[in-house]
């Protein structure tokens, strides 16, 4: 971190001023110009606020050299990071690290038969964990809020008969004990700033897949992600959903760049969400291959045996027969890509 000190300081002042940063356990250097003195900070400057600073009446100007995130930093783990999940058949899948993860299934559990039927065609198609919501996060009070704890229980259920691991989302900290059997706990784009939830996940010992929020930067996905690092919790999967922006044709602008961003950042694993991102079914295939081919180490895909019928989400979701189909193909993108499926 640089720090321009306002021309014509006092040199007892910038003295001054120099120790209480070297209180915060960083070393500054001294750059003494004609005009002006220029600290530079030496050291981890990851819990020296920036902002804060520019409201010293010392300071000019303030640049941030290092990334705001640590743990989160690939500069700091260059190695790739690897998610590795055991069914409960004893089959271990992975995210990351060369792993293409494909995580297939509705947006909400709705019935036993529904999850079942579901669970069991995109196991045989390939997908290696099952997705359903149990609490659903709705813009509007009035529509379906998901089946709650009897949602967790039909997706345990899925979960015992297939041998797939699961992912839900996790909307309330009071649900974790809940949780217990739950192989991946999702963080929805509505919640990746709720500090308070990603302190806790900080604190257990599950997988976080962490959905970027709407309207966030690469920098907020990787400071959320830190939250959870920073309590301890290092297994991280980032999710791309689509972001807000000026075009309402498709529900949300899937920011593709986001993949090597986010990679070139981070060692966590990146993967993409090609249902919220687009809200348009006859998109999905073109985008999971399209988020493939851009380096993405998984997919989440909405799947549903009626999307007619179905209690949300129905017009971004897949048939069965659809994502068996794109499955074949995302296999040889996995291929060119050399990643395993
Ligand atoms: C979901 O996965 O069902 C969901 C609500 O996603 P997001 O948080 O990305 O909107
Ligand atoms: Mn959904």
Redesign the pocket.
């Known amino acids: 971190m640089i720090i321009a000190i306002k021309p014509g300081t006092a040199g007892a002042e910038v003295q001054e001023f120099a120790a209480q940063l070297e209180q915060q356990g960083v070393r500054v250097h001294f750059s003494e110009g004609i005009r002006q003195t220029v600290l530079g900070l030496v050291g981890d400057t990851t819990g020296i606020d920036a902002d804060a600073l520019l409201a010293h009446h010392l300071v000019e100007k303030v640049i941030r050299v290092q990334e705001p995130y640590k743990r989160a930093n690939r500069l700091f783990h260059p190695a790739d990071t690897r998610i590795d999940i055991a069914g409960p058949d004893g089959e271990t899948r992975r995210i990351g690290a060369g792993y293409l993860g494909i995580i297939a299934g509705p947006?909400s559990v709705e019935t036993r038969e529904q999850i079942i039927g579901i669970s069991q065609a995109v196991k045989n198609a390939g997908a290696a964990f099952l997705r359903g919501?149990a609490f659903k996060?709705r813009t509007s009070p009035y529509s379906f809020q998901g089946l709650g704890s009897e949602g967790l229980d039909l997706l345990l259920e899925a979960k015992k008969v297939t041998g797939l691991p699961i992912v839900t989302?996790l909307m309330d900290i009071n649900h974790l004990e809940a949780f217990a059997d739950v192989d991946i706990i999702?963080i929805?784009?509505?919640n990746m700033q709720n500090f308070t939830l990603l302190k806790e996940l900080g604190r257990c010992d599950k997988p976080i897949l962490l959905?970027r929020g709407y309207a966030c930067t690469i920098t907020e996905v990787l400071m959320a992600a830190e939250y959870v690092l920073a309590g301890g919790n290092d297994q991280i999967i980032l999710c791309e959903?689509g972001i807000r922006s000026f075009d309402n044709y498709t529900r949300n602008v899937l920011d593709l760049s986001a993949v090597p961003a986010l990679k070139k950042q981070s060692h966590l694993p990146v993967i993409v969400?090609p249902s919220?991102a687009t809200g348009l079914s006859w998109m999905v295939s073109a985008m999971a291959k399209a988020a493939v081919a851009a380096g993405a180490d998984g997919l989440i895909i909405e799947v549903h045996n009626n999307p007619e019928k179905a209690l949300c989400d129905g017009e971004q979701s897949i048939t069965p027969e659809t994502f068996a189909s794109l499955m074949v193909t995302l296999k040889k993108y996995a291929d060119i890509e050399g990643k395993k499926i």
């Open positions: 947006c919501g996060p989302e999702q929805g784009a509505r959905k959903r969400d919220h």
